[in-house]
């Protein structure tokens, strides 16, 4: 991956997880601002585009359309397995480790929490959606 964890790693600026990130939008239909000051594959963007997206899906479940919602679901769930849960315990625990603020710690531990949680959910949602589809016609 194209991050940094306790200099270890060189970041290469547009690598391969940027090229992917920009392939994911495009394949959902979304892209990056053009004010964005950060890369696709910066922790920010990437809890963003999770943002984005649950916001879409629960646009489109307002709206009565299930099967984009679910959609959207999936795509969440395709991005978390893809990028986030790819690389984001090993920069929480850089951060507690070279953080001197507290909070700064606590945020990083409350960022993988929120993932694990969010992966959980999806987890727990897909055999349930699966369930709940209409089986096709033969």
Wanted: negative net charge.
């Amino acid at each position: 991956e194209d991050y940094i964890i306790n200099n270890k790693s060189v970041k290469l600026l547009m690598g391969e997880s940027v090229q992917s990130i920009k392939r994911f939008l495009r394949s959902v239909g979304l892209e990056i601002p053009l004010e964005a000051r950060e890369l696709p594959d910066h922790i920010g963007m990437e809890l963003l585009l999770m943002a984005t997206m649950c916001d879409q899906e629960a646009l489109t479940r307002e709206q009565g359309d299930d099967d984009e919602a679910d959609a959207w679901l999936e795509r969440q769930n395709e991005f978390l397995r893809a990028h986030l849960t790819k690389w984001i315990e090993p920069l929480a625990a850089d951060i507690r480790e070279r953080s001197p603020n507290h909070f700064i710690k606590a945020l990083a531990t409350m960022m993988v929490e929120l993932v694990n949680k969010d992966l959980g959910f999806l987890e727990d949602t897909r055999p349930r959606m699966l369930d709940e589809r209409p089986a096709l016609e033969q």
